[in-house]
């Protein structure tokens, strides 16, 4: 099937994340082991609530303090919440540069306001090609609920089927294909090497 249309995700694809380094910091402040937060933290209801704009962060760090038995101010869970992004993937932006050569561009990303706001200044230059980011605290629905891969479809303007999907989670990968759309489970940047050349390919051949 012809491809319209590359669609990213964002962290582990584009750039590399470690949750470790916010629990590192919240021990840090908290005067306690980081092994025993990570223990007790978990991607739980109060998680996918914020990552889909349900509750603010204020709300979401209020739940921290329940779920991870650690009274820290909000500055104290910002600042370690905002530090998991690290470096971007080597070679990533040389590929999106060749990529958007091809085909338009889009992001999508499971996040929150907090760390959308970090990485999308902490990243500018790498996510200039993308002609639109979508997050799903703005969407209002997560990846890899059908509805949310079909928002974005229809808010590009392209029909599922001839998108073509790059993500590290395999459940998202699966939600993705089950909607139609073609999609790479990215392991490293060989698998979106490969997808990208394979494009080119057809159009060149």
């Known amino acids: 099937m012809p491809v319209d249309a590359f669609l990213f995700d964002f962290g582990g694809v584009l750039v590399e994340i470690d949750f470790d380094r916010a629990l590192a910091h919240w021990a840090g402040r908290a005067g306690i082991d980081a092994a025993t937060l990570r223990g007790r933290f978990g991607f739980d209801d109060f998680y996918v609530r914020h990552e889909t704009g349900q509750i603010d962060a204020r709300a979401y760090f209020a739940s921290l303090r329940d779920s991870l038995g650690i009274d820290l101010t909000d500055a104290d869970f910002e600042a370690g919440w905002g530090s998991i992004f690290l470096a971007e993937i080597p070679g990533i932006r040389p590929l999106l540069q060749a990529a958007a050569r091809e085909r338009p561009l889009y992001l999508f990303s499971n996040t929150n306001l907090s760390h959308h706001r970090v990485w999308t200044s902490q990243y500018d230059d790498l ?19 059908p509805e949310a891969f079909h928002a974005v479809a229809q808010a590009i303007d392209v029909p599922p089927e001839r ?40 159009r060149t051949g």
Do not use: C, W
Not at 133 to 138: A, H, K, M, P, T
Not at 178 to 190: E, T
């Open 163 to 202: 998108i073509l999907f790059f993500d590290d989670t395999l459940d998202n990968v699966i939600g993705a294909l089950a909607v139609g759309m073609q999609a790479v489970h990215v392991k490293s940047l060989a698998d979106t090497e490969r997808a990208i050349a394979r494009i080119r390919d057809m």
């Open 127 to 145: 996510l200039a090609p993308f002609e639109r980011i979508f997050v799903s605290y703005d969407l209002g629905k997560r990846k890899p609920a």
